[in-house]
Structure formats: structure tokens, C-alpha cells
């Protein structure tokens, strides 16, 4: 039964009169309802005569309202603490009233907006709006319960009884583990099953939870401990404008970059390496490696997978086959996935992204070949009567680099001679057409 932790969570709150206003019960069938009033709240009747005496349209009621508002006298926010003896549930909402502008209508309207927060009936739930509906969708509790800047230390006092802690976690992992824990790195103890050892509890523990997830073998970690009980974690930085060197305390990152590479600055490559396994949800990090070509090899192999992953199969339109032909220089019409995101992965631009513009048929992607280099073209088609017009969109080389004019101009060319309907525009020369286009 969850009712005695409702009856503590409730008395907790109302030993702090300081954080709110008014306080209200309500019995029915079953439900015990708690209603806090915010500690800013005020009287709205100056508001509810203003729209009774001159209607919800803007232009009536404007200046008035705006100085309403600035008073905080336009709406007020509520607490509501349910406790349902049917389901031995615990829920927490906001709950705004008052009035409120409407900007799209530009108009004001009354106010009456319930947000749930949080649920507790099999499981501990976070209810935050998701989506572009803004409905709150059940999610398993993780760190702190928070009343998303309302209430904020009454949220200290939720978080805090319901979880049955004394100190605030910051971790973002299951309640399950967090509950009845001393501090944050006793939770991630019980959520990785080992003791982090003490060596670890001077960083981040959100880096911490992250090695932990993506590392091969926990027993590893003993080799990093030891490292800094040798060499600790301070190094000496000197500053790029003064050059005077300055004590730094390091990162979790950037010790196993210097434990591994001999250089803290690599960090970034450790960081993406790890971002790399947490996105593919592997368990590839090894601090056995000390190759930095190896963990730079696996980061660009990790890197184009986890394009590849948000990159749906691709069907190329057949009216692009014939977009290109006559061209003298070495091309390819990029017609499946795999090829997309190694295009993208190679030239360092987002061409992976325009999947989805290639299945609907707005555009086709090619690879060229000149002067050594590879090149990468968007071409879009639009259709008329008696045939079709090709245009080029965007032609780009490594980290986006634009393309030599002499190339632009033959390509132009190439797909103004192709286009078929005698709707073409008339040819413009690429030094004009190509120079001011999106990156991609």
C-alpha cells in the first residue's frame, strides 16, 4: 500500500507553509486529493472583471491585460497530489488558471490547463509532455522527480520522500536503483552491478555511468584506477593567449585519453568513442587499445554506422538515370543506403540525410570523379507535359567545399542538354547558378 508514503510525501510538504499559499482536500470516491497554491499566487478578480467588462479580443483588452500579467495577476498555478485507493496510486500535476493570450488568434482566453508530472501505481512514471501534441507520455522515472521550474523545492521534498534519499540525484537511471541509496554513485552502483570504486567518484557520474555502459569489460576499469593512484588527475595546461602554464584538473575523458594516448586533448576522441557505442548500444570501449590510429579507425567505422542507422532504404526515381549522360568525367547515381552513408561519411557533409527526399522524388544524389577528388551532386527534377527539367541544386566536396567552376559549368550543361520539355529554362551559366546554394 502506497498510502502511508501519500500520508508522509503530504505531511512533509505542509511543514514548509513557506512554499505555498493555500492549501485545500478533497475526498471522493476513493481519491484523496491535496491542492497546494503557489506561494506567488494572487487574487484574479481585477482580471475576470477586465474580460467580462471588455470581451477576450486583443485590441480591447491589451494594454490592461500585459500590466495584469506583469503583476502576476492573469493566472495562477496549482499542486494536486492524488493519492487512488482502486489502483494504490500516487499522482502528481500542475495545474494552471486564470487567463492566458492566444497568439495565433490573437486573442485572450480563459485558463484551465492540467499537466501531469509524475505516476505511481505498478511503477514509477514521468508523465512530461512529449511530441508535437504536447500529451504526456509514461516513462520510467529516472534521477530527480521535477515540477519543470514550478515548486521547485516542494519538487526537492517530492523527489526526496518518494524515493526515500537524502540528497538529490543527478543520475539519469531508474529509480529502482536510486531508491534508498546515500549518494548518486551508490545507485550506479546497483544499476551496474559492481562498487564504483572510489578513484571514480572525484568525476562526472554521468561520464562514469557512460564508461560503464560501453566498456567490454568491467575488470578494465581496475587499470584505470591504477593509473590514477599513480599519476592522479592534475596536469599542467599553458593558456593560448599569455602562455603561462595553469594547474588543470582533469575530466574523466580526458584522464583516459592521457592514461591511453599521453595527451589529455584527445578527450574528444574518447568522448565520441563512447557516444559512438551509447548511439549502436555496444559494449566496444577497451582501454587494453593504446593505438590512437585503432580507436580513430573504430570511431570512423562507428561514425558511418550509426548513419547508416537513421538512414531509411532508398529508391532512386528512374527519371534521374538519364540525368547525367554524355558526362566525360567518372559519375555514380547513389542508389541504396549503404552508398549513401559512406558519401556522407567520406565528404563530411549530411547528404545521408536526404533520404527521404530522394524516395519521394524531389531530388537524386551523385558522386563524380575530377581531379583526383570526388564530388558530390543534388539534382531535382520538375515535370511537365512533354518532358522533364533537370536543375542542379547543390555540388559540394569534402566538409562541403564548392566545386571548380569548370566542372559546375559542364555539368549545367549536361543537365540543361538532357532536360526534354521545351519548358528548360534558359541556360545559366554555373559560376551564377551554383555559387549562392545551401550547404548541404
Same mark, same amino acid.
Given at each position: 500500500?502506497?498510502?502511508?508514503?501519500?500520508?508522509?510525501?503530504?505531511?512533509?510538504?505542509?511543514?514548509?507553509?513557506?512554499?505555498?499559499?493555500?492549501?485545500?482536500?478533497?475526498?471522493?470516491?476513493?481519491?484523496?486529493?491535496?491542492?497546494?497554491?503557489?506561494?506567488?499566487?494572487?487574487?484574479?478578480?481585477?482580471?475576470?472583471?477586465?474580460?467580462?467588462?471588455?470581451?477576450?479580443?486583443?485590441?480591447?483588452?491589451?494594454?490592461?491585460?500585459?500590466?495584469?500579467?506583469?503583476?502576476?495577476?492573469?493566472?495562477?498555478?496549482?499542486?494536486?497530489? /492524488? *493519492?487512488?485507493?482502486?489502483? &494504490?496510486?500516487?499522482? !502528481?500535476?500542475?495545474?494552471?488558471?486564470?487567463? =492566458?493570450?492566444? +497568439?495565433? @488568434?490573437?486573442?485572450?482566453?480563459?485558463?484551465?490547463?492540467?499537466?501531469?508530472?509524475?505516476?505511481?501505481?505498478?511503477?514509477?512514471?514521468?508523465?512530461?509532455?512529449?511530441?508535437?501534441?504536447?500529451?504526456?507520455?509514461?516513462?520510467?522515472?529516472?534521477?530527480?522527480?521535477?515540477?519543470?521550474?514550478?515548486?521547485?523545492?516542494?519538487?526537492?521534498?517530492?523527489?526526496?520522500?518518494?524515493?526515500?534519499?537524502?540528497?538529490?540525484?543527478?543520475?539519469?537511471?531508474?529509480?529502482?536503483?536510486?531508491?534508498?541509496?546515500?549518494?548518486?554513485?551508490?545507485?550506479?552502483?546497483?544499476?551496474?552491478?559492481?562498487?564504483?570504486?572510489?578513484?571514480?567518484?572525484?568525476?562526472?557520474?554521468?561520464?562514469?555511468?557512460? /564508461? *560503464?555502459?560501453?566498456?567490454? &569489460?568491467?575488470?578494465? !576499469?581496475?587499470?584505470?584506477?591504477?593509473?590514477? =593512484?599513480?599519476? +592522479?588527475? @592534475?596536469?599542467?595546461?599553458?593558456?593560448?593567449?599569455?602562455?603561462?602554464?595553469?594547474?588543470?584538473?582533469?575530466?574523466?575523458?580526458?584522464?583516459?585519453?592521457?592514461?591511453?594516448?599521453?595527451?589529455?586533448?584527445?578527450?574528444?576522441?574518447?568522448?565520441?568513442?563512447?557516444?559512438?557505442?551509447?548511439?549502436?548500444?555496444?559494449?566496444?570501449?577497451?582501454?587494453?587499445?593504446?593505438?590512437?590510429?585503432?580507436?580513430?579507425?573504430?570511431?570512423?567505422?562507428?561514425?558511418?554506422?550509426?548513419?547508416?542507422?537513421?538512414?531509411?532504404?532508398?529508391?532512386?526515381?528512374?527519371?534521374?538515370?538519364?540525368?547525367?549522360?554524355?558526362?566525360?568525367?567518372?559519375?555514380?547515381?547513389?542508389?541504396?543506403?549503404?552508398? /549513401?552513408?559512406?558519401?556522407?561519411?567520406?565528404?563530411?557533409?549530411?547528404?545521408?540525410?536526404?533520404?527521404?527526399?530522394?524516395?519521394? +522524388?524531389?531530388?537524386?544524389?551523385?558522386?563524380?570523379?575530377?581531379?583526383?577528388?570526388?564530388?558530390?551532386?543534388?539534382?531535382?527534377?520538375?515535370?511537365?507535359?512533354?518532358?522533364?527539367?533537370?536543375?542542379?541544386?547543390?555540388?559540394?566536396?569534402?566538409?562541403?567545399?564548392?566545386?571548380?567552376?569548370?566542372?559546375?559549368?559542364?555539368?549545367?550543361?549536361?543537365?540543361?542538354?538532357?532536360?526534354?520539355?521545351?519548358?528548360?529554362?534558359?541556360?545559366?551559366?554555373?559560376?551564377?547558378?551554383?555559387?549562392?546554394?545551401?550547404?548541404?
Amino acid at each position: 500500500m502506497k498510502k502511508e508514503m501519500y500520508n508522509k510525501l503530504v505531511n512533509a510538504i505542509m511543514a514548509r507553509p513557506d512554499l505555498y499559499s493555500t492549501h485545500k482536500v478533497t475526498y471522493k470516491e476513493g481519491l484523496e486529493v491535496h491542492t497546494f497554491g503557489h506561494s506567488r499566487n494572487t487574487d484574479l478578480a481585477e482580471a475576470k472583471v477586465l474580460f467580462k467588462e471588455k470581451g477576450y479580443k486583443s485590441s480591447n483588452v491589451y494594454q490592461d491585460a500585459n500590466k495584469l500579467a506583469m503583476l502576476g495577476k492573469l493566472s495562477n498555478t496549482y499542486l494536486t497530489v /492524488l *493519492y487512488g485507493a482502486e489502483k &494504490d496510486k500516487i499522482s !502528481i500535476s500542475l495545474f494552471d488558471m486564470g487567463y =492566458a493570450y492566444a +497568439g495565433r @488568434k490573437d486573442r485572450y482566453y480563459p485558463l484551465r490547463k492540467n499537466t501531469p508530472i509524475f505516476a505511481w501505481t505498478k511503477h514509477m512514471y514521468n508523465l512530461s509532455p512529449r511530441g508535437r501534441e504536447k500529451k504526456p507520455l509514461p516513462r520510467i522515472q529516472l534521477g530527480s522527480i521535477t515540477l519543470y521550474g514550478a515548486f521547485p523545492e516542494i519538487g526537492d521534498i517530492i523527489t526526496k520522500t518518494l524515493l526515500q534519499v537524502n540528497y538529490l540525484p543527478t543520475v539519469l537511471i531508474s529509480y529502482r536503483h536510486i531508491m534508498n541509496t546515500t549518494d548518486n554513485f551508490e545507485a550506479l552502483s546497483n544499476m551496474v552491478g559492481v562498487k564504483v570504486p572510489e578513484a571514480l567518484k572525484q568525476f562526472n557520474v554521468e561520464e562514469v555511468k557512460t /564508461l *560503464y555502459k560501453t566498456i567490454e &569489460d568491467h575488470n578494465q !576499469i581496475n587499470k584505470l584506477c591504477q593509473f590514477i =593512484a599513480k599519476k +592522479g588527475t @592534475k596536469a599542467t595546461q599553458v593558456g593560448f593567449i599569455d602562455e603561462k602554464p595553469r594547474e588543470l584538473t582533469l575530466s574523466l575523458y580526458q584522464t583516459i585519453a592521457l592514461m591511453l594516448f599521453d595527451n589529455f586533448n584527445d578527450e574528444w576522441l574518447v568522448r565520441d568513442a563512447i557516444g559512438d557505442n551509447i548511439a549502436l548500444k555496444k559494449r566496444g570501449i577497451s582501454l587494453k587499445v593504446t593505438s590512437r590510429k585503432r580507436w580513430m579507425d573504430e570511431h570512423n567505422k562507428a561514425s558511418q554506422a550509426r548513419i547508416l542507422k537513421g538512414v531509411p532504404e532508398i529508391k532512386v526515381d528512374d527519371v534521374y538515370k538519364t540525368a547525367l549522360e554524355g558526362l566525360e568525367h567518372p559519375y555514380e547515381l547513389i542508389d541504396n543506403k549503404d552508398r /549513401l552513408a559512406q558519401e556522407s561519411a567520406e565528404q563530411h557533409h549530411c547528404v545521408a540525410t536526404y533520404a527521404n527526399q530522394i524516395n519521394n +522524388g524531389s531530388c537524386a544524389i551523385f558522386s563524380i570523379e575530377y581531379k583526383d577528388a570526388k564530388w558530390t551532386l543534388q539534382v531535382s527534377v520538375r515535370r511537365e507535359k512533354d518532358g522533364v527539367v533537370y536543375t542542379p541544386i547543390q555540388f559540394r566536396g569534402l566538409c562541403n567545399a564548392s566545386a571548380p567552376a569548370e566542372i559546375g559549368s559542364e555539368i549545367a550543361r549536361i543537365l540543361y542538354q538532357n532536360s526534354t520539355s521545351s519548358k528548360k529554362d534558359v541556360f545559366v551559366p554555373p559560376s551564377r547558378q551554383l555559387q549562392d546554394l545551401e550547404i548541404l
